[in-house]
């Protein structure tokens, strides 16, 4: 029961901040269920009349009679047609207006959660949650909720017309609407099961699809393309199954609503014969009830009609409230903003694991002065990339502490840490937009000269002289590989960050652009702290520190030139096995034993 009073309440909250639309909506609906049970009223009383057998002048007074009552049922059916029309278009306006504000609740809310989320968490699965469940509440909003609120408003008011007309007339009703209800609740758990383990199912086939999209060069070059195909097929396969088990419950419930309604047209023939034969009500009276039986035919197989969306919606609800529920485990509640001026790094005993209990970082205690540059080296998976996260706040470390300028970085805004710290990846994204949206990431607030600057200083000359509102293709088409990270340094000269952080920055580009990239970057460290990431150790020759990590632990720290002059230092081994024949970058490397 406490799931389902929260999906409700859930449901509530989403249309309060559109509470006058839907009030208005109700008004709309109310209106066209009223009109709706007065035209049966108005054919009653034309049968009764007609059936008077009235003649003389009391004739043509009935004549009269009838075809005024005639006029008046076709007004009630023309403007309860028009009342339909309008609460369809607004039912589908307010619908869009709530939902449009779902997403961008849920679009802010995943852009929120940590990296942990997002690594278990594939991009197409998170699109069919953010946008493909809330697609399936905004049509239930705007195409069941008016009909099920116009289906009750119709039911209910039928059942009190029929009272004052005859209570034995509306007992068998109220048994007949019961029953319909039972049948269709019936089937209706089975359904819901079988909807959501379908949109589950093809939440897994989209993320499957985007990750082999993704990864297509690499699949196609080591020819796992055949392996990726059967992969495909059988999540398609796995997906039809649960579409098939899915249509079958609600064949099932189909047959089960048309019974219902065949019975009820019977029971109505049937009551309304004996109980005229009796004397009991009129002709019009017992066409009356057949008629608002065929009336509540319409409602039943709309229930069956759109209870896939329902179910879908329900499905959709359930998703869209377990992802609202995440919580992200880096929380922005910081209030201290660090001094002005470069930031210095302090780890105080940092630890961190991804809670598989296999530790990444173990006891890092170190500190990095203002304005001092720090290269950190050491083997795949030694920790590097997951210290540089923590300096950026995209996860929380599980032991220790790290501090900017003496202040806990839990303390910092994310506000102030997004501007004072920033990254130059190994993999830079771009988008579909102008070279000025690539590198201002579509802030509309810095000038086009500052852009052009930021530009220049990365050294992208060529690129402002072709004019930064030119367009580039979808993922950045148009630039080369050392021009994308070349545009990922402008993006920080931009910004004017305190603290920069490189993530192997020129591991993917050629000595070209490496010698463009290395001027740049010399120029950025000047007056910041910077953080260092790198496996060439051509990349370090500008630094002042050496980090040495090592299965997640501190092995070695200390001033670059005193590490590369020691012979027992293990900096000074890594320089030694760059320079054997054939190691890669001995060349640069060279630079470094200087």
Do not use: C
Not at 91 to 114: E, F, P, S, Y
Not at 237 to 248: G, H, L, P, Q
Not at 289 to 316: C, H, I, M, S
Not at 393 to 415: K, Q
């Amino acid at each position: 029961m406490a799931p389902t009073t929260s999906r409700w309440r859930a449901l509530a909250a989403l249309l309060r901040p559109d509470a006058r639309r839907w009030v208005g909506l109700g008004a709309l609906v109310g209106l066209s269920s009223a009109l709706a049970l007065a035209g049966p009223l108005v054919v009653r009383r034309i049968v009764d009349i007609a059936t008077a057998g009235v003649t003389g002048a009391d004739g043509a007074d009935a004549e009269s009679r009838i075809t005024t009552l005639a006029i008046v049922f076709l007004t009630i059916a023309v403007v309860t047609q028009l009342i339909l029309v309008a609460v369809a278009w607004f039912a589908t306006v307010t619908a869009w207006r709530t939902t449009n504000q779902i997403r961008l609740d849920m679009a802010r809310h995943v852009l929120g959660l940590d990296h942990e989320f997002h690594r278990t968490h594939t991009p197409g699965e998170l699109i069919q949650r953010v946008d493909g469940d809330v697609t399936s509440v905004s049509d239930f909003l705007g195409r069941v909720v008016p009909k099920l609120v116009g289906a009750l408003t119709l039911v209910g008011g039928m059942l009190v017309v029929l009272a004052f007309i005859d209570w034995r007339v509306a007992v068998g009703a109220t048994l007949y609407v019961l029953l319909a209800a039972a049948s269709v609740v019936r089937g209706r758990h089975r359904a819901v099961g079988e909807s959501s383990d379908e949109m589950g199912a093809y939440a897994a086939l989209y993320g499957g699809i985007e990750e082999r999209l993704t990864a297509s060069e690499d699949l196609r070059a080591n020819g796992a393309g055949r392996h990726a195909m059967w992969r495909f097929i059988d999540e398609s396969a796995r997906t039809m199954r649960s579409s098939v088990r899915r249509e079958s419950a609600f064949l099932r419930l189909w047959w089960a609503v048309q019974g219902s309604v065949a019975l009820g047209s019977v029971a109505a023939l049937v009551a309304g014969t004996a109980l005229v034969a009796s004397g009991a009500i009129t002709i019009g009276t017992a066409f009356l009830l057949f008629q608002y039986v065929l009336l509540l035919e319409r409602p039943l197989e709309d229930v069956v009609q759109q209870l896939e969306t329902v179910q879908k919606a329900n499905g959709a609800m359930v998703r869209v409230i377990d992802l609202l529920a995440v919580q992200p485990a880096v929380v922005d509640d910081g209030t201290t903003v660090p001094s002005d001026g470069p930031l210095e790094v302090s780890f105080d005993h940092l630890g961190f694991d991804y809670g598989d209990g296999e530790s990444v970082l173990t006891d890092v205690h170190l500190t990095l002065g203002a304005g001092r540059s720090m290269g950190i080296v050491g083997r795949t998976g030694s920790g590097k990339t997951t210290l540089s996260r923590l300096v950026l706040r995209l996860v929380e470390a599980t032991a220790g502490e790290l501090r900017l300028n003496g202040v806990p970085i839990a303390d910092i805004p994310f506000s102030t840490l997004r501007r004072r710290v920033a990254m130059i990846p190994q993999e830079v994204e771009l988008f579909s937009g102008t070279i000025r949206d690539n590198v201002t990431l579509f802030d509309p607030s810095p000038s086009d000269a500052q852009v052009e600057r930021a530009l220049e200083q990365a050294g992208l000359a060529a690129l402002v002289a072709g004019g930064i509102h030119r367009e580039l293709g979808a993922g950045g088409a148009g630039l080369s590989a050392g021009e994308a990270q070349l545009l990922a340094l402008a993006r920080v000269w931009l910004r004017d960050p305190d603290l920069v952080v490189l993530d192997e920055a020129t591991a993917r580009v050629d000595p070209e652009t490496e010698a463009k990239l290395d001027d740049a970057v010399t120029a950025l460290m000047k007056g910041r702290t910077t953080l260092v990431i790198a496996h060439r150790l051509s990349t370090l020759r500008h630094v002042d520190e050496i980090l040495v990590l090592d299965h997640g632990r501190v092995l070695e720290h200390g001033e670059r030139d005193a590490l590369a002059a020691d012979t027992t230092s293990r900096f000074h081994h890594l320089l030694e096995v760059a320079l054997e024949p054939g190691a890669p970058d001995a060349a640069e490397d060279l630079e470094l034993l200087a």
